[in-house]
């Protein structure tokens, strides 16, 4: 399923930076879509501090895609 334009990849949490609560969440979150081939870029709004976990999760969700 292809996702539409500006829609969530992930389940979505009350956008509140918590800490260590807000890493777990996000290293967590379920995928809403499954991306069919390789993402070039991608626009979040989260905080800067949490590119590296939003990375990892994107990453690890799109194991078994293929470019």
């Given at each position: 399923?292809?996702?539409?334009?500006?829609?969530?990849?992930?389940?979505l949490?009350?956008?509140?930076?918590?800490?260590p609560?807000?890493?777990?969440?996000?290293?967590?979150?379920?995928?809403?879509?499954?991306?069919?081939?390789?993402?070039?870029?991608?626009?979040?709004?989260?905080?800067?501090?949490?590119?590296?976990?939003?990375?990892?999760?994107?990453?690890?969700?799109?194991?078994?895609?293929?470019?």
């Open positions: 399923m292809r996702a539409p334009a500006k829609s969530p990849l992930c389940t949490k009350n956008q509140v930076d918590d800490g609560a807000y890493e777990k969440f996000l290293s967590e979150a379920l995928p809403l879509f499954g991306p069919t081939r390789k993402i070039g870029w991608l626009v979040t709004s989260r905080l800067e501090k949490y590119r590296n976990h939003t990375g990892a999760w994107l990453q690890s969700t799109t194991s078994n895609t293929t470019s």
